[in-house]
C-alpha cells in the first residue's frame, strides 16, 4: 500500500539554525499538509499546499516557515532560524485532491533544537 | 474558534471489553468528523469518517456515532484486544481547504 514517507527520521539542530524537513507524498496525492505536535500536546496545523502555492496557513506558520515542492516527488518544510520551541513531531499529510477528507500521514520527523 | 474536547486523557479497560470514547466539539457543526489511531512515535492513522447527517458508522470492530445537538462522537471499539492499545485522536475539518483540528486524544490501554 502505497504510504507517505519523510526524511530524515530525528533532526538535532542548533538554535538559529536552518532546518529542512523532507516528504514524499503519495504518488498520485495533489495537495499536502504539514502539522506538528509538541510533546504531550494536540496536533496541529500548519500550513495546506496546492498547485504549487500555500492554500492556507495557520497562525503558527509565520515568516520562518516555508514549504517548496522542489519537484515531482518531493514537499519540503523549511524553518530559517530555529528556535528551542521549534522542537516536535513534524508530520506531512497527503489526499489525491481538494477536499478530500481522509489524510494520510507520513511517520514525523522528530526534531530538537537546542 | 473551533475546540475540541476529548475527555478522558487515558482509559484502562480488560481485554473482550468494550472501549467508548468521547469527543466534544464547541462551535459551529462540522460537515465531518474523524478518528485516527496514533502510536507512539508515529504519525496518526485514519480509521473512520462520520459526515453531519449520519448518526453511525461501522467497520469491523468499530463504531463512532455522531450527535450534531449534543455536539458530541462516541467512538467505540468492540471485543478489544491488547493490540487496540493506542492513542486515539479525533479531528474535525478546520477550513475549506481541509486542514484538520484535533484533539489531544484519548490513550487507550487494553489489558489480558
Known amino acids: 500500500e502505497p504510504e507517505v514517507t519523510q526524511t530524515p527520521s530525528h533532526q538535532v539542530t542548533q538554535m538559529g539554525q536552518e532546518v529542512i524537513l523532507r516528504c514524499v507524498p503519495i504518488?498520485?496525492?495533489?495537495?499536502f499538509y504539514w502539522y506538528r505536535q509538541i510533546l504531550g500536546q494536540k496536533v496541529e496545523f500548519l500550513v495546506s499546499?496546492?498547485?504549487?502555492?500555500?492554500?492556507?496557513k495557520s497562525e503558527i506558520f509565520d515568516d520562518q516557515f516555508s514549504v517548496e515542492r522542489p519537484d515531482g516527488s518531493n514537499f519540503t518544510l523549511k524553518i530559517r532560524s530555529t528556535k528551542l520551541e521549534d522542537s516536535a513531531m513534524y508530520f506531512c499529510?497527503?489526499?489525491?485532491?481538494?477536499?478530500?477528507?481522509?489524510?494520510?500521514f507520513g511517520p514525523g520527523t522528530r526534531l530538537l533544537v537546542l | 474558534s473551533q475546540k475540541i474536547e476529548q475527555n478522558s486523557e487515558a482509559l484502562n479497560i480488560q481485554e473482550g471489553k468494550t472501549a467508548t470514547l468521547t469527543c466534544n466539539y464547541t462551535?459551529?457543526?462540522?460537515?465531518?468528523l474523524q478518528w485516527y489511531r496514533q502510536d507512539p512515535g508515529r504519525g496518526p492513522v485514519f480509521l473512520l469518517l462520520?459526515?453531519?447527517?449520519?448518526k453511525e458508522k461501522r467497520k469491523e470492530r468499530l463504531k463512532v456515532t455522531f450527535d450534531t445537538t449534543l455536539k458530541q462522537s462516541l467512538f467505540h471499539i468492540t471485543a478489544s484486544q491488547p493490540a487496540d492499545s493506542a492513542t486515539y485522536l479525533c479531528?474535525?475539518?478546520?477550513?475549506?481547504?481541509?486542514?484538520?483540528?484535533f484533539g489531544k486524544g484519548t490513550k487507550l490501554s487494553v489489558k489480558p
Open positions: 499529510a497527503s489526499t489525491r485532491e481538494p477536499g478530500e477528507e481522509t489524510q494520510y
Open positions: 504518488s498520485n496525492h495533489l495537495y
Open positions: 499546499f496546492y498547485n504549487n502555492e500555500i492554500s492556507e
Open positions: 462551535n459551529y457543526s462540522p460537515a465531518y
Open positions: 462520520i459526515r453531519e447527517n449520519e
Open positions: 479531528a474535525l475539518n478546520g477550513g475549506s481547504q481541509g486542514n484538520l483540528i
